[in-house]
């Protein structure tokens, strides 16, 4: 039945992003804010899918350690979910937050066109220290356009229970940009495991933390981020292993 679900919330999803994209290609000419109001109207409409269909909800917690100017939220990541909710549960506020995310992503049809618009900023990772420099130059001018970044320091998706493996790049937007860094915790692999199809219903939670501390080195950067989010991140799994039904604990 978990694949049954899955299976019509996919056909739903890919259904809503063929209609949005090409209702939505005209905002394409239009300033890019155009591309980031699509974008958080298609996003809800995918959380509002994956809830009906696969029982997936999600609670907040900790949105009082998000500060009132631009910074950078540093999330774990587990799943699909978080890229899909964090632009969304963000206060709302405009212009929309901007993910660092991998340069092949803008090669996907639509959705590749309206990042690019929305103003996303895209790394090659083939290009050593000049994709770092590109990053930091792009990272910089959205912030002072008000906007606020959001990595996955560790570059990718790991699986629950996965050693965490915390890439450089944010260490240096840390050092670079001189904005706060706020860790951020969850738990989205319980219900939406990496590479898996079925999804488990249930509610993910999603914590920010307190901002790390203005006066770090490089490595203390990393090691911070370690010691906050990964504590925080088993916590949640913990809590929400306790509270799931026996018959709905499987990840994949």
């Known amino acids: 039945m978990l694949h ?9 999803f890919y259904g809503w992003t063929l209609v949005l ?15 980031q109001h699509l974008a958080r109207f298609w996003l809800l409409g995918g959380l509002l899918l994956l809830r009906f269909f696969c029982g ?5 917690t900790g949105r009082e350690h998000i500060p009132s100017t631009p910074c950078i939220f540093a999330a774990k990541h587990q799943s699909a979910w978080e890229t899909m909710a964090l632009f969304v549960l963000l206060p709302q506020a405009s212009p929309s937050p901007v993910f660092v995310l991998k340069r092949e992503l803008l090669n996907l049809p639509f959705v590749g066109w309206y990042m690019q618009k929305a103003g996303m900023i895209a790394i090659d990772r083939s290009a050593g220290v000049a994709a770092l420099k590109n990053m930091m130059e792009q990272a910089k001018a959205r912030l002072l356009e008000g906007r606020s970044l959001i990595i996955f320091p560790e570059g990718t998706r790991a699986a629950v229970g996965a050693p965490p493996s915390y890439k450089p790049g944010i260490a240096a937007l840390y050092k670079e940009c001189r904005v706060p860094v706020v860790p951020v915790a969850l ?3 319980l219900f939406w495991g990496k590479n898996a199809f079925a999804k488990n219903p249930g509610t993910i939670t999603l914590a920010f933390l307190p901002p790390l501390s203005p006066d770090l080195s490089k490595p203390q950067v990393i090691e911070a981020l370690v010691q906050t989010i990964e504590p925080a991140t088993e916590a949640l799994l913990r809590e929400a292993q306790v509270s799931r039904p026996s018959s709905s604990r499987s990840t994949g």
């Open 21 to 35: 994209g090409l209702l939505g290609l005209p905002l394409l000419l239009l300033p890019g804010i155009w591309a």
């Open 4 to 12: 049954f679900r899955a299976f019509i919330f996919y056909l739903l």
């Open 56 to 60: 997936v909800t999600h609670k907040v």
């Open 187 to 189: 738990n989205s692999g």
